[in-house]
């Protein structure tokens, strides 16, 4: 019986784009006010078209198109992005998912992958703090809590009083979400959001997940809650 769901964040609760998107609109008012003669449109265009080109050292390559910018400024747009309060919400399915827990009397976590102040910012922007009862940023622990780690798990598992094979974690990321079930007996489900950014990523190992899902709601239905 499954009494503890642990939530992955981004792309699963929140769309990492939305926050993306969210950053950019930051950084393109920024640099249009550092470097007069850009307007923030032109600015957020140039960046949306670099990261389509690769999501990696976006800022880079685009001061390199933005007359007046400089590596000064690509490293102030890293850190804005990084630590800017985002504009995002939850997923419509969220709140019923939540909803159901409640009902079902099944604890919630989030263990969640990133720098501390940037997830902990995306925590507070759509009330994940008030809505589950333990959240674990991996960005606050020594790098060998970074999933696929099992140390975050193990301390959910003290944390609750439960055991692995008790204890569900909802992901998107077949780089890392699912891999831990190679080390420990917990049960794995991926959500596929539409515009989910590891959507095609490999898995680690072929290590799949127990169940597959397009809402969160839809994983009572599921064998595992059989």
Known sequence: ?????????????????????????ACSKHLSQMCPGNTPEAVLQILWEEFRFSPRNVFDRAIKRIPGASEKDARACVELYRNHFPTISYQPDVREFLRQLNARRIHSAIVTDGSSTTQHNKIMAVGADADFEKIIVTGD???NWHKPSPLPFE?????????YPEMLYIGDNPRKDFAVKGKIPIRTARILRPGGIYADAPYIDEIREDARISSLPEIFDTPLFK
């Open 1 to 25: 019986m499954i009494r503890l769901v642990v939530c992955d964040f981004d792309d699963t609760l929140a769309l990492e784009r939305d926050f993306v998107s969210s950053g950019f609109a």
């Open 141 to 143: 622990h020594p790098e």
């Open 155 to 163: 301390a959910l598992r003290e944390h609750f009083g439960v055991e």
